[in-house]
Nanobody
């Protein structure tokens, strides 16, 4: 089993930045894909950004609303994936969770495709 722990959420003003971290422990070889999802109150989780690595290549995807503002990156030495969130907007307010899996083929955008989940971290952006 692998475990994921997130950190970095908080309360910021519109236009500010935050960096979320997702650190894996345990059987980290079971993970070659990490995605960030957000969840609004009463709604299902939505894909925000994802990264898959291995075989000498890296695939990265973003949802349209965060392109140019959010950046996903990875520090393999620290088993950590980051989500740098710049130019935050009020509508970015949500609980953000990271998820991990061992995937081959396309990078999945659906929550059900992921085996491992962090506990979630609240991001609140005041207008």
């Amino acid at each position: 089993q692998a475990q994921l722990v997130e950190s970095g959420g908080g309360l910021v003003q519109a236009g500010d930045s935050l960096r979320l971290s997702c650190t894996a422990s345990g059987r980290t070889l079971n993970i070659n894909t990490v995605a960030w999802f957000c969840q609004y109150p009463g709604k299902e989780r939505e894909f925000v950004a994802g990264m898959r690595w291995g075989s000498g290549s890296t695939q990265i995807l973003y949802r349209d609303s965060v392109k140019g503002r959010f950046t996903i990156s990875r520090d393999s030495d620290k088993n950590t994936v980051y989500l740098q969130m710049n130019a935050l907007k009020y509508e970015d307010t949500a609980v953000y969770s990271c998820a991990g899996a061992l995937h081959f083929g396309h990078l999945a955008r659906t929550p059900g495709a992921y085996n491992y989940w962090g506990q979630g971290t609240q991001v609140t952006v005041s207008p």
